[in-house]
């Protein structure tokens, strides 16, 4: 299932009016000003949701509790939140350093840990030191599919640090600086290290442990909320950033007027 996740994903960025009408159901959906200025979405079957509360990271079965709503109808607008942030995040130029490493996300099961362990998801990240991240789910850990993604996104001549997993050996005769470390003796030595990366892995599956398990078909969106979260500077500046694009797309919707800027 995680495999057929990663084939739709380069698509995900594309999704046109028609595709947003559907997922809004235009018909029955429409935004307004909410108190206090805060964007809400209001249908007329049910409350108002707001979009603080995934912003703050509530679950829907907490927002829900907040705003006096149905369990699964939170849980879809939210969804739906999710696919908006996934289609409208920025582009990031990686360079100068640029920390690489893979990991994998799924439940707690017997067996093997790590790389190669059965039923897990596996992620691969590129974290450009003290600015951005970037994920993508990937079918393996595979020089063949990790090599492309770092020329597409990283700048030749940038140094990358990356452990010593044999995956990324074609480092070594790149357009890149390629800097290892080998966790088995150390995790640091002076700027040789992959803190960064791994520092977001960990905040990541922090947030994701609190759904109580997701389906991998719904995965990518969440994944992506955790890169809009870090690489936003504040809970305020997330607050706005979705704010206004939910209102963009609303807009876009009803109104068929292009672009909101």
Same mark, same amino acid.
């Given at each position: 299932?995680?495999?057929?996740?990663?084939?739709?994903?380069?698509?995900?960025?594309?999704?046109?009016?028609?595709?947003?009408?559907?997922?809004?159901?235009?018909?029955?959906?429409?935004?307004?000003?909410?108190?206090?200025?805060?964007?809400?979405?209001?249908?007329? +079957?049910?409350?108002?949701?707001?979009?603080?509360?995934?912003?703050?990271?509530?679950?829907?079965?907490?927002?829900?509790?907040?705003?006096?709503?149905?369990?699964? +109808?939170?849980?879809?607008?939210?969804?739906?939140?999710?696919?908006?942030?996934?289609?409208?995040?920025? !582009?990031? *130029?990686?360079?100068? *350093?640029?920390?690489?490493?893979?990991?994998?996300?799924?439940?707690?099961?017997?067996?093997?840990?790590?790389?190669?362990?059965?039923?897990?998801?596996?992620?691969?990240?590129?974290?450009?030191?003290?600015?951005?991240?970037?994920?993508?789910?990937?079918?393996?850990?595979?020089?063949? +599919?990790?090599?492309?993604?770092?020329?597409?996104?990283?700048?030749?001549?940038?140094?990358?640090?990356?452990?010593?997993?044999?995956?990324?050996?074609?480092?070594?005769? !790149?357009?890149?600086?390629?800097?290892?470390?080998?966790?088995?003796?150390?995790?640091?030595?002076?700027?040789?290290?992959?803190?960064?990366?791994?520092?977001?892995?960990?905040?990541?599956?922090?947030?994701?442990?609190?759904?109580?398990?997701?389906?991998?078909?719904?995965?990518?969106?969440?994944?992506?909320?955790?890169?809009?979260?870090?690489?936003?500077?504040?809970?305020?500046?997330?607050?706005?950033?979705?704010?206004?694009?939910?209102?963009?797309?609303? +807009?876009?919707?009803?109104?068929?007027?292009?672009?909101?800027?």
């Amino acid at each position: 299932a995680a495999a057929d996740v990663y084939k739709r994903q380069v698509h995900i960025g594309e999704l046109n009016t028609d595709a947003w009408n559907d997922m809004f159901d235009a018909a029955s959906t429409s935004w307004s000003p909410g108190y206090f200025g805060v964007v809400e979405i209001t249908t007329p +079957t049910g409350p108002q949701y707001d979009v603080q509360n995934l912003v703050a990271g509530a679950t829907a079965r907490a927002a829900a509790e907040i705003t006096g709503g149905n369990r699964n +109808t939170v849980r879809s607008f939210y969804q739906r939140l999710r696919q908006l942030i996934a289609s409208q995040l920025p !582009s990031y *130029e990686l360079s100068v *350093e640029v920390e690489a490493d893979e990991s994998y996300f799924g439940g707690v099961r017997k067996g093997k840990r790590g790389r190669g362990a059965a039923g897990k998801i596996a992620v691969f990240g590129l974290l450009k030191r003290g600015r951005k991240v970037y994920t993508a789910m990937i079918p393996n850990a595979k020089t063949e +599919t990790l090599l492309p993604s770092i020329k597409e996104k990283v700048q030749p001549e940038s140094v990358v640090y990356t452990d010593s997993f044999k995956a990324y050996n074609a480092l070594d005769v !790149s357009d890149f600086h390629h800097r290892r470390i080998n966790h088995s003796t150390l995790f640091a030595k002076e700027r040789n290290h992959i803190n960064g990366i791994e520092n977001f892995w960990n905040q990541a599956k922090r947030h994701l442990r609190r759904f109580n398990g997701i389906k991998p078909e719904s995965f990518y969106w969440y994944l992506k909320e955790c890169e809009w979260r870090f690489n936003g500077e504040s809970h305020k500046t997330l607050l706005n950033q979705l704010k206004h694009r939910v209102k963009c797309f609303c +807009t876009k919707i009803h109104r068929a007027e292009f672009p909101c800027v």
